[in-house]
């Protein structure tokens, strides 16, 4: 079988993961009778120190319901060039919500400058849309956003009477890489925030599901958003099963996905015309001169190694891949290089 490193949302369940959602107790979510999906939420919610939390099918309408539940129509939200609900979500803030993004260019570290989000917030004025929210992501491109940061841009945030929402897709990525306890660390990071989403189905392995955290009220308002957005889920505890299992079981774990990513990277040193990104967790980046990307994804991949990218090559290491199917993965790599 193939190595596949295209994304951490390849993982199949494993088996304990499956046996877990067998037996999970189920009712109608959208009577709010299922306990295993209550279970997840009182959990989730405690783990990141907010007062409610709402499963969600995706991370993509997570953050949805976030922006439309803390942004009106013709509200405005700042968010990174790079950041995956401006960037890759569809345009669904604009298009769903009539939310204007105010994007900045992302620092070579993933933050947006606090000079540049100072700047960017408009001034009640009628020419302007009204600037609402700061939306920040970490881990952003497998970098993390340092602690000092997020209490600044949060800080500044809130000063200037801006709500603030961290997509968290791979948040635990980001606290298992500060060291020591992860769970206080996403604790840490979460507090800085009004509401965070968290993506189940990344690193932590399971086939499907997010959550979003926040204040009771916000969540009554993001739990409206999901409803009318066809989020409305109904024996959803054998999903919420398997994000319970993964939060009792592949946490701390992620710390082995961050050495593999880290042995892929010392593997694919000192190649000409192949520059190796340093990876902070999971997700790897490989500059590759023109020479060396002609055609490389298709050879990878006949070579059994599956990766995204064509100058920049993006290889994710997660629950599927060993250390040893790494050293494989090394090999085929340099003589694909
Ligand atoms: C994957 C991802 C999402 C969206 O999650 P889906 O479940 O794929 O919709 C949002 N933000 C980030 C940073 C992600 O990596």
Same mark, same amino acid.
């Given at each position: 079988?193939?190595?596949?490193?295209? #994304?951490?949302?390849?993982?199949?369940?494993?088996? /304990?993961?499956?046996?877990?959602?067998?037996?999970?107790?189920?009712?109608?979510?959208?009577?709010?009778?299922?306990?295993?999906?209550?279970?997840?939420?009182?959990?989730?919610?405690?783990?990141?120190?907010?007062?409610? @939390?709402?499963?969600?099918?995706? *991370?993509?309408?997570?953050?949805?319901?976030?922006?439309?539940?803390?942004?009106?129509?013709?509200?405005?939200?700042?968010?990174?060039?790079?950041?995956?609900?401006?960037?890759?979500?569809?345009?669904? @803030?604009?298009?769903?919500?009539? $939310? &204007?993004?105010?994007?900045?260019?992302?620092?070579?570290?993933?933050?947006?400058?606090? /000079?540049? $989000?100072? /700047?960017?917030?408009?001034?009640?004025?009628?020419?302007?849309?009204?600037?609402?929210?700061?939306?920040?992501?970490?881990?952003?491109?497998? &970098?993390?956003?340092?602690?000092?940061?997020?209490?600044?841009?949060?800080?500044?945030?809130?000063?200037?009477?801006?709500?603030?929402?961290?997509?968290?897709?791979?948040?635990?990525?980001?606290?298992?890489?500060?060291? *020591?306890?992860?769970?206080?660390?996403?604790?840490?990071? %979460?507090?800085?925030?009004? #509401?965070?989403?968290?993506?189940? %189905?990344?690193?932590?392995?399971?086939?499907?599901?997010?959550?979003?955290?926040?204040?009771?009220?916000?969540?009554?308002?993001?739990?409206?958003?999901?409803?009318?957005?066809? *989020?409305?889920?109904?024996?959803?505890?054998?999903?919420?099963?398997?994000?319970?299992?993964?939060?009792?079981?592949?946490?701390?774990?992620?710390?082995?996905?961050?050495?593999?990513?880290?042995?892929?990277?010392?593997?694919?040193?000192?190649?000409?015309?192949?520059?190796?990104?340093?990876? &902070?967790?999971?997700?790897?980046?490989?500059?590759?001169?023109?020479?060396?990307?002609?055609?490389?994804?298709?050879?990878?991949?006949?070579? *059994?190694?599956?990766?995204?990218?064509?100058?920049?090559?993006?290889?994710?290491?997660?629950?599927?891949? #060993? @250390?040893?199917?790494?050293?494989?993965?090394?090999?085929?790599?340099?003589?694909?290089?």
């Amino acid at each position: 079988m193939a190595i596949d490193l295209r #994304s951490d949302t390849v993982t199949r369940p494993t088996p /304990a993961m499956r046996a877990a959602m067998a037996a999970a107790e189920v009712g109608d979510d959208v009577f709010g009778d299922d306990p295993t999906v209550n279970a997840l939420q009182d959990r989730i919610a405690s783990m990141l120190g907010k007062e409610a @939390a709402l499963f969600m099918p995706s *991370g993509t309408q997570s953050n949805l319901c976030a922006l439309m539940s803390h942004c009106a129509r013709g509200d405005e939200y700042i968010v990174g060039q790079q950041a995956h609900t401006y960037r890759y979500e569809g345009g669904g @803030a604009a298009v769903l919500g009539s $939310i &204007q993004p105010q994007p900045l260019n992302n620092q070579a570290d993933g933050t947006l400058a606090l /000079a540049d $989000i100072e /700047a960017a917030i408009k001034p009640d004025d009628a020419h302007f849309a009204r600037t609402r929210l700061l939306a920040l992501e970490d881990t952003i491109g497998g &970098q993390v956003l340092p602690l000092a940061y997020l209490r600044d841009a949060t800080a500044l945030a809130r000063r200037r009477g801006l709500a603030t929402h961290l997509d968290g897709a791979r948040l635990f990525n980001a606290a298992v890489a500060a060291g *020591g306890d992860a769970v206080a660390n996403a604790r840490m990071i %979460s507090d800085t925030f009004d #509401s965070v989403s968290v993506c189940f %189905s990344k690193g932590l392995g399971a086939p499907v599901g997010s959550a979003l955290a926040g204040s009771k009220e916000l969540i009554a308002r993001a739990h409206r958003h999901r409803k009318m957005l066809g *989020g409305g889920l109904r024996q959803a505890g054998i999903l919420a099963a398997a994000a319970l299992h993964a939060l009792d079981h592949h946490v701390d774990r992620l710390a082995e996905d961050h050495a593999n990513a880290k042995r892929l990277a010392e593997g694919l040193q000192g190649l000409p015309g192949v520059t190796v990104m340093p990876p &902070q967790t999971n997700i790897l980046f490989v500059d590759l001169a023109p020479e060396k990307a002609q055609g490389i994804v298709e050879r990878l991949s006949a070579a *059994g190694v599956l990766c995204t990218g064509l100058y920049r090559l993006r290889l994710v290491t997660h629950l599927d891949v #060993s @250390a040893a199917e790494i050293d494989v993965a090394v090999r085929a790599l340099r003589a694909a290089l």
